[in-house]
């Protein structure tokens, strides 16, 4: 079942490389049996399944895990996802009504929904799906006062998804569920609350507790909102924001080290938790006046101009371990310097965040200047190098359509080896 509303070059289009092949068919007809025969024998081997494909989950037959040649243009993650065809008042209502809705930090759901839409290799018809993807925006009701979206409709309208789901399909009744992914891309994922305190008090909704969540939110150990299946996402900047940059190898970084962002003077006590856990008044006392730090505490649009002309960009906590700043410094070659002790970085083994950040206990701010004065001397260079990896830059981007090594991709690369343990684990049917 492929769904109608589905804009018809999305669904017609292939990699990069392949279209441009297409551009020059119409000019030079001569070249045409030849291009062809090239560019079918290259998707016929870029699809061609791994030879050790993995099992998949036993409640369904073997034989949709294997990739037609005809679908897949690069040799994407096997996972077959069925997009749920929700009402749009379920998603797409939500970007019409603002376009905030598609660009903003918790963008990730609407950029998922749309890079699934266009990516060939998943499932047209549910009965070939092992995994299914519920498109609910709930980031996107942004208040007239401070332009925050607000969550509190979040559980109802996925409730409301939930419920449709299951009285008209039969897929999430085999499963409880637990083979539906849904996204949870603010702050405090799974719990869908903007403030910790409140988001531990309600918990995961108790109809999402067997399903797969992909979520911004992640910390080490264990936290109520993450104790559920789940993949960490990264928070959703637009991809053009890499393009803004002029030659970043070359281009002259005058600021050694910079934060834009709200910095309390005298952080208020809010139900005994103080915003950053206090570290960005920490940072603000001790290197305010520091002439290497330009710290900043008012709002400026143009503030990625300034992260293009610094060294090191630091990445504070604020009520949620992760900021939009994580992305955005990777793509505009600033070097992160992440201060927020418990948290867990997304899609660890294609960013290997060691090579390309630097992470500064928040107990040890004091010595700030002093590690990044070190790195300087040492191996500065070494660092931005790794950072300009085109792979990992990709892979914190959510591109429309889906791009081979982005976002999305990873996403189902996670998605891929969830399935595969949790078959082994779950030996016989799939999560019980
Ligand atoms: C949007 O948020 C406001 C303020 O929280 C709320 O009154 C309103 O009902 C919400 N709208 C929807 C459609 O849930
Ligand atoms: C799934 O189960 C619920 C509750 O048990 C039921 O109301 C619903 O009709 C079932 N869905 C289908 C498609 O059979
Ligand atoms: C913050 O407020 C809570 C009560 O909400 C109180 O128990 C706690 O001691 C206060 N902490 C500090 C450091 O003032
Ligand atoms: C750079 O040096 C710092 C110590 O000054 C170290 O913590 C970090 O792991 C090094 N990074 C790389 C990529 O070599």
């Known amino acids: 079942m492929r769904d109608p509303k589905q804009p018809k070059q999305r669904r017609a289009s292939h990699a990069g490389a392949a279209r441009h092949l297409v551009d020059k068919l119409r000019k030079h007809a001569a070249w045409l049996l030849l291009l062809w025969f090239v560019l079918s024998v290259y998707l016929f081997l870029s699809a061609t ?14 034989k949709h895990r294997t990739l037609s040649a005809t679908t897949a243009s690069a040799p994407a993650p096997p996972v077959r996802i069925y997009v749920y065809d929700l009402p749009s008042r379920f998603n797409r209502d939500w970007v019409a009504a603002d376009a905030r809705c598609s660009r903003h930090l918790f963008a990730a759901e609407v950029a998922l929904h749309e890079a699934l839409l266009s990516y060939a290799g998943r499932a047209a018809r ?10 609910v925006y709930v980031s996107c009701n942004f208040s007239t006062v401070n332009g925050f979206p607000s969550l509190s409709h979040a559980r109802g309208l996925l409730a409301e998804a939930v419920e449709l789901v299951r009285r008209q399909m039969p897929y999430w009744n085999r499963s409880e569920g637990a083979d539906h992914v849904f996204v949870a891309s603010h702050d405090f994922g799974a719990c869908f609350h903007p403030m910790e305190d409140v988001a531990i008090t309600d918990g995961i909704p108790e109809f999402l507790k067997r399903s797969i969540l992909l979520q911004t939110f992640g910390v080490q150990g264990t936290h109520v909102c993450q104790e559920v299946e789940h993949v960490v996402i990264p928070p959703h900047v637009p991809p053009e924001v890499a393009l803004e940059l002029l030659e970043p190898e070359k281009a002259q970084r005058d600021i050694f080290a910079f934060f ?5 003077v005298h952080p208020k006590n809010i139900s005994g938790r103080f915003y950053s856990k206090k570290v960005r008044t920490e940072l603000l006392q001790r290197y305010g006046r520091n002439r290497k730090f330009y710290l900043k505490r008012k709002r400026y649009d143009n503030y990625r101009s300034e992260m293009a002309r610094s060294l090191f960009c630091l990445c504070p906590l604020g009520w949620a371990p992760w900021s939009p700043r994580l992305v955005e410094s990777v793509l505009l070659g600033c070097i992160p310097v992440i201060i927020a002790d418990d948290i867990r970085l997304p899609f660890p083994s294609v960013l290997q965040w060691s090579d390309i950040s630097l992470q500064v206990a928040e107990k040890d701010v004091a010595s700030l200047e002093m590690v990044l004065d070190h790195v ?24 429309r359509p889906l791009e081979e090594g982005d976002a999305t991709w990873q996403v189902l690369r996670e998605l891929e080896i969830l399935l595969d343990r949790s078959h082994k684990r779950y030996f016989g049917s799939w999560r019980r």
């Open 376 to 399: 300087v001397a040492t191996n500065l260079t070494v660092i931005q190098k790794n950072l300009w990896d085109p792979v990992k830059r990709n892979a914190l981007v959510f591109n």
């Open 260 to 264: 834009r962002g709200k910095m309390e």
């Open 49 to 62: 399944p791994p030879a050790n494909a993995p099992l998949r989950p036993a409640f369904l037959p073997s």
């Open 126 to 135: 549910p009965e070939d799906a092992e995994l299914f993807f519920v498109p």
